[in-house]
Nanobody, 129 residues
Framework: VQLQASGGGLVQPGGSLRVSCAAS????????MGWFRQAPGKEREFVAA???????YYVDSVKGRFTISRDNARNTVYLQMDSLKPEDTAVYYC????????????????????????WGQGTQLTVSS
């Protein structure tokens, strides 16, 4: 299983960016996919997740600004980030939960790093003027 994250870059405050996570070896629509981020000197933290049924969870700090989505034909998960703030600066990682078509999983499960069996290499987002 490989996850390839891409799309990071330098964005001004208030700007937008979309990062991608292309998967191989697993079909993303059959698994919980998550986005996490890690800022310098901080723990990796949950950002968003999309369940196999399509419903999504978000950390409070990004609700209304970030959107997680999935393109089944491309086997890719996206994180659209709008109204970016300097505090969004981090390396963004995507993760895949190996459980096949998991039945209902709550926010705590999806937000737990230990849920995810595979990780992409990360893509850097810097929000600065």
């Amino acid at each position: 299983v490989q996850l390839q994250a891409s799309g990071g870059g330098l964005v001004q405050p208030g700007g937008s960016l979309r990062v991608s996570c292309a998967a191989s070896g697993r079909t993303v629509s059959n698994h919980i996919m998550g986005w996490f981020r890690q800022a310098p000197g901080k723990e990796r933290e949950f950002v968003a997740a999309i369940r196999s049924g399509g419903s999504a969870y978000y950390v409070d700090s990004v609700k209304g600004r970030f959107t997680i989505s999935r393109d089944n034909a491309r086997n890719t998960v996206y994180l659209q980030m709008d109204s970016l703030k300097p505090e969004d600066t981090a390396v963004y990682y995507c993760g895949l939960d190996e459980t096949f078509r998991a039945p209902f999983r709550d926010f705590d499960y999806c937000a737990d790093r230990a849920t995810y069996n595979y990780w992409g290499q990360g893509t850097q987002l810097t929000v600065s003027s």
